[in-house]
């Protein structure tokens, strides 16, 4: 069976990793899921990232996060433009997450960027995913 869409594959990992509460997880690299996994981190969802290159495919190492009770403090991450029905809104548009307390992550022409920033640089675009 061919993955169809990489992006809820990866968010799926991320999803996963946590309950099971492991330190990492490591998922086939791509440009869009670096910069998913860079405003993930500037938000403060995981705790860093790297890029592990090889000959075949280079993988997305990411270190996940977790309080001090040991809960992941990513406690959803969804999916919300699909392969099947893309989701686009204007700046003006782009959703409060749990009334702020989450971040939507947009793709916009300005890169891939957190509803804040897509909202300062008043670009809208593709909304790939609300994470809180």
């Known amino acids: 069976m061919a993955m169809t869409d990489p992006i809820s594959d990866m968010l799926t990992r991320i999803r996963n990793a946590g309950m099971a509460r492991h330190v990492k997880l490591a998922i086939p690299a791509s ?3 670096v910069a998913i996994t860079e405003v993930l981190k500037s938000q403060g969802y995981i705790k860093n990232y790297k890029v592990m290159t090889d000959d075949i ?3 997305l190492v990411v270190y996940l996060k977790y309080d001090s009770e040991r809960r992941h403090v990513i406690n959803e991450i969804t999916r919300v433009s699909k392969p099947s029905c893309r989701c686009y809104v204007g700046y003006e548009d782009i959703p409060q997450v749990k009334n702020g307390l989450g971040c939507a992550i ?5 890169g891939v960027l ?7 640089a008043q670009v809208g675009g593709e909304l ?3 994470v809180w």
Do not use: F, G, P
């Open 106 to 110: 947009v793709s916009t022409s300005k």
């Open 128 to 130: 790939v995913c609300t």
């Open 114 to 120: 957190s509803d804040v920033a897509a909202r300062e």
């Open 57 to 59: 495919q280079d993988s």
């Open 31 to 33: 440009k869009i899921k």
